[in-house]
């Protein structure tokens, strides 16, 4: 059997594929927390630094289409066994890397090989339309845990190293973790209502308005996402001067931030099972105008507290769009859906860099950034009043 048809309908347990959304966020997110440190060891300034990480940024977006094309010709499953071999190479080099373009282009290396996960893995995931809402909750735990990690686990190994080794132990152990998941395949049962979608292939009624609405949400959100999950651990380095100085202790409580915030999005998933998208939506825009504000406000325990309301909003919004989208696109189309609303929505995220660079540059404060967000969330909500209310009956996820 030619070794694509072997992979053509594999898939694998839940647990792999979340563990895999795990490893996706935190090798992205390395950089965030390592690059004070790189630069330092390059002898450029933290603002001059940053702009080397927009390759793989712009890439984590810019290729998931290219990824979600090569899922649809050959199979999902070959696509993330790439995943996972990809990125644990790409950060293996990053480490190795002895200047900053080296280090650039590792970067986008990363980010090529990381495309590949929201379009496929997220696909395989509700290619199976049970608790939609709910699994895509529990995975999207699972990533934001990675967000998590990422300044744990990187203030740990710069304490005791440098920068260098915080690329190099996790390439090593994405390594070992792909021949684990390529060991997890299993042939994929074909339902009833996968067929039905594959041979109807069409959309569900007001598909255009939703698309253009989570648009808006996706690009906003993006942008939101991006930006709090790369700069909250430097600005509590700032921020909490009168609760510690520690890179460390940052980092840890950085890590608590996200960590406590991430389960919003199984009570989220929940809530979407039960009840209107639209609903939800809109009071996780409000959530995100009032705490993203109020943020950038605020300092020391009181910054604390507020930052892990503002990122349970941000977290909350992550499974809401899948979900939508599962009910008004067809499984045919679901994986290039997905692929587009993840390139706008993680190439949002890439401007972070290049923006924040400029403005820190101009002389604004950190903060001001924050402020900046707080205003975005509006598209949050603008997008939520966009959304049409749908008939159970028109639903392509039942």
Known sequence: ?????????????????????????????????????????????????????????????????????????????????????????????????????????????????????HPVGIAMLIQNNQKIGFRLGINGVFGNMGVAAAPLITGILLTYGNWSICFIAPGIACLIYGVLFLKSFKLGGKSNLLEKNRSSAKFAPNWYRVLTALIIATCSGGFIFGSMTFF?????????????????????????????????????????????????????????????????????????????????????????????????????????????????????GALVLPVSSIMLKSGFHISSLFSVLGLIAILVIISALLLPSQKTSERLDL
Request: proline content about 3%; aromatic content about 16%.
């Open 1 to 117: 059997m030619h070794s694509t048809e072997y992979f053509k309908y594999k898939t694998t347990p839940d647990i792999f594929l979340n563990i895999s959304h795990f490893l996706d966020h935190f090798i992205m997110l390395i950089f965030a927390k390592a690059a004070y440190d790189a630069a330092s060891y390059f002898k450029l300034t933290y603002e001059d630094f940053i702009i080397y990480g927009v390759f793989g940024f712009v890439l984590f977006g810019g290729a998931a289409p290219a990824a979600a094309y090569l899922a649809d010709k050959y199979s999902r499953a070959i696509l993330l066994v790439i995943f996972h071999f990809g990125i644990g190479i790409s950060a293996i080099f990053a480490g190795l890397s002895s200047n900053p373009l080296q280090l650039a282009i590792s970067i986008g290396f990363i980010g090529i090989f990381a495309s590949i996960y």
């Open 232 to 348: 909250i651990p430097r600005y509590f380095e700032i921020s909490l001067e009168n609760v510690t100085s520690s890179i460390l202790l940052t980092g840890v409580l950085a890590s608590v931030v996200y960590a406590i915030s991430s389960f919003t999005q199984i009570y989220v998933g929940w809530l979407i099972d039960k009840f209107s998208p639209k609903l939800i939506l809109l009071l996780i825009g409000v959530g995100q105008f009032i705490c993203i504000s109020l943020s950038s406000v605020t300092n020391d325990l009181t910054l604390f507290v507020i930052m892990i309301l503002a990122m349970g909003f941000v977290f909350g919004q992550i499974p809401i769009t899948d979900t939508i989208l599962s009910r008004y696109v067809p499984e045919t189309h679901r994986t290039k859906i997905l692929s587009i609303k993840f390139l706008l929505n993680l190439s949002a």
